[in-house]
């Protein structure tokens, strides 16, 4: 089961061009496509008339034209054309989905059109200034739940396991970190403190820190598929007696955001849309285009360990597993969901 | 369900020699080979000893020698011979299926044998007649239903969107074309005339029209899963007053027939067996080389649509999806094909 | 369903490494490893935390290390470290299966520990002996249940067929064998002589024969997955009066043994284990390795028709195929399977 009633990131703004792209969300075939007039739109990937996936067809001046046997749809889903007919049957229409293009994402509302409020997409202002907050982004396809891909970054002690050689370092100082938990209405806020710490490999090829540093990572969760991550570190003693004020971290020697969106695909498999902003060398684009690799170098590291994850689960279930105790902020995450997932649920029953 | 009291195309007789040759046919696994006598033969591919496939064995004086364990089975499917032991057990036989061999094609009975007449097989002569209309021909694996094949070539419209660059040309030609139709006892007639239109790209490479054209083509789908066509093209004004006699049509510059026989292999797949009859330059080997070539490009662009449209409709099911004008032949075989289906299943529950 | 209460071979004992081997046994996802005291171990391939395989993880003094979160596992299953918690919860632990490292193999109980004895395991003493015995070793996945190997097995006169070019030879030579018989407590002993018969090709390659030869093959089957087999083949006459001493046997030209290892990965899929050991060049590899090679390209041939037979075993069943003379032993053992199954499963049902 899905939770319906919310935004979930469709693509990247910039994949959506007058290409259709076919793309499965919340286990419905979505065609993605722009119409002439640069608005982005989402259908059923289903034309009512024989069947044929619409993303086999191209975008004409009237919408988007069947590849089979020609009809025409434009963004609402209607038909504007049948060959060989002037009548267009009133049933000749595929389901469309409310659609908003922001901040570099096209977000899409898989649930009841009348509750979609573009007021409550999550906001990410940072990928519109490359001026100060260059990035590169991309996505993943996962062959695991986006559930799981949350899990994994609600605990975060698996980056001494699964990243050691890159974003990661020593297990200890993962297990060892402060963290101060903050609920939020939608999900919740955690930093971590790693202070004087060993920097892990990224870090070190990133501003070339030589000895210990103290760092900090303020993590965001918002339901049900948003993570926002600002990452700092510098020398050690860099921030105020062991903590740091806003203007420390942001004048920190290194300084990263990172954006992590997760769209179920499948119950078993999701869409990774992630991105990595440079904060720390802006007008270097050599230094974001290290940052984006090396990312993508551990998020292919978690993308192993999931999907086999999956795979068990699949078989054997989560029934007896033991959670411990770095496990606090993960399930105060599975608790929103569950919340969510039961007042769309109720919401629908009394309909 | 398949409609079984029907001869199917089996395989090109050329494709059955002494070495046996697998083939799922209406969800049955079928060997099919020749024995020794030259006679071919179609048995359940299944040794009735341990249940290997016998298209692992080979042909013998006898017939067909598992090879497992070496038992030997005539074109009867009854056992002829059991190493280590003189007496046959009276159950070791494996299910034969009528076939017979006509016009270049092995067609097969997989219904009730005892209602198997070969003088309902459909006949297209011009296979054997090499001199005036030499062929080739192939048979291409489609990961779609017979019937969305047959559907595909009784909706002609669909040739100006997915063959445009091919066989297609304009799509307001087909929509527009002026349309005869027949019925028959098992399917239906139907002549399509573009009159003063424009020749699609591979009847220019065939005979080099420089400007408009008259066009014909005559179809007929006879049930389950055969459909002949004949097609006629000339300048324009080459047929009398906008239509054409039949002595019109046999003196056209470009005249070529194709064979289309859709055999299923399973629910959601079939097998599509063709051939392009040169009628326009019989003496020209290349000619006819070009024309098969070209129908095959065609031919792969229907697969491509097909296959996907199957996938849907595995998916979302054809409940609720629109007909429109230009299914009115479609719908007409559909027709035909559900009182067959209907007719054999009360057959049956009369039995 | 799988017999449980038995000792199956899980591996090769070279394959037991500190890299953990993921294996499926009996359609249990298993773990093989041995931990840094040389002790090999099974556990259940699934961390009793988030669910993530053990295999992605690596072999620590404690034990071995969950790739994911890092909680350690000792040999016995049970959880020894969870970072970030002194205290061990009690349920945290994995299954542990049984294991016994003994003549090349490491054998696994899948069944009630408190039963499994070690002194039932079959012995092959014959791979510790590399001076008189030296042997190459392999596994073989096959898509195939292992019952259908061991079928393969008690069934010889599939060498005429299916090996023709290699170990087989003359079909009527396995048709017309002389064969004795002895029923077992778990099995059968059969011996096949092949008196004045052709050498198969392997058999000439090896020593050379050059006429006909008196050929004697061994075989045991015991319960549920091994059959160890001794060949002999000698000059015609070699043997005293169309039999042979133990002593005649032992002194033949060509003598090798073959052990066979069938367990059950899935229920329509095993693992094969075998290896050829070379008694009558011991002390030249390249004998060893041709009869290595030699065997596995009969094997493959096995594999391949087994594989397409167990094709059509699940999709029509066992149902209605017909037993024949050469059939005996193989008859006989799976009526041994299935007291052995009936006897578990009673046992179960009283406990």
Redesign the interface.
């Known amino acids: 089961m899905f939770i319906r009633n919310a935004w979930y990131i469709a693509a990247w703004a910039d994949e959506i061009t007058d290409r259709p792209l076919p793309r499965r969300i919340c286990n419905e075939?979505v065609v993605l496509f722009r119409d002439t007039g640069g608005h982005a739109a989402a259908l059923l990937?289903?034309c009512?008339?024989?069947?044929?996936?619409l993303h086999?067809?191209r975008v004409s001046e009237q919408g988007l034209?069947?590849?089979?046997?020609?009809?025409v749809f434009d963004r609402s889903g209607r038909c504007v054309h049948?060959?060989?007919?002037e009548q267009i049957?009133d049933?000749?229409r595929v389901r469309a989905f409310p659609v908003v293009e922001q901040d570099a994402f096209l977000w899409i509302w898989m649930g009841d059109p009348a509750k979609a409020d573009p007021e409550s997409i999550v906001r990410f202002p940072w990928h519109n200034d490359a001026a100060h907050w260059p990035h590169r982004h991309t996505v993943y396809p996962i062959k695991g739940a986006a559930m799981q891909m949350i899990?994994n970054l609600m605990?975060l002690?698996?980056l001494?396991?699964?990243h050691a050689s890159t974003i990661g370092g020593n297990?200890?100082t993962h297990?060892?970190a402060k963290m101060d938990v903050e609920r939020t209405p939608l999900g919740l806020k955690f930093t971590r403190w790693m202070l004087n710490s060993v920097p892990p490999p990224t870090y070190v090829k990133a501003v070339g820190f030589q000895g210990r540093i103290d760092r900090v990572q303020k993590f965001e969760f918002i339901a049900p598929g948003c993570i926002t991550q600002f990452t700092s570190a510098d020398e050690v003693g860099a921030y105020r007696s062991g903590a740091a004020t806003q203007e420390e971290l942001e004048n920190s020697k290194l300084r990263f955001r990172l954006f992590h969106g997760l769209t179920p695909e499948t119950e078993t498999s999701c869409f990774y849309f992630w991105s990595a902003l440079n904060g720390f060398r802006p007008e270097d684009s050599a230094a974001t285009d290290m940052l984006f690799a090396e990312t993508g170098r551990a998020f292919n590291e978690d993308r192993?360990?999931v999907e086999?994850?999956q795979?068990?689960?699949d078989?054997?279930g989560?029934a007896?597993?033991?959670?411990?105790?770095?496990d606090a902020a993960r399930l105060h995450m599975r608790r929103t969901m569950e919340r969510l997932a039961a007042e769309e649920a109720q919401a629908l029953a009394a309909e």
Not at 48 to 53: E, I, Q, T, Y
């Open positions: 075939p990937d289903m009512c008339h024989r069947g044929a996936p086999l067809g034209v069947c590849g089979y046997h020609g009809l049948v060959p060989g007919q049957p049933r000749a899990d605990d002690t698996h001494g396991y699964v297990p200890m297990v060892a192993a360990v086999a994850q795979a068990r689960l078989e054997l989560e007896g597993l033991v959670d411990i105790r770095t």
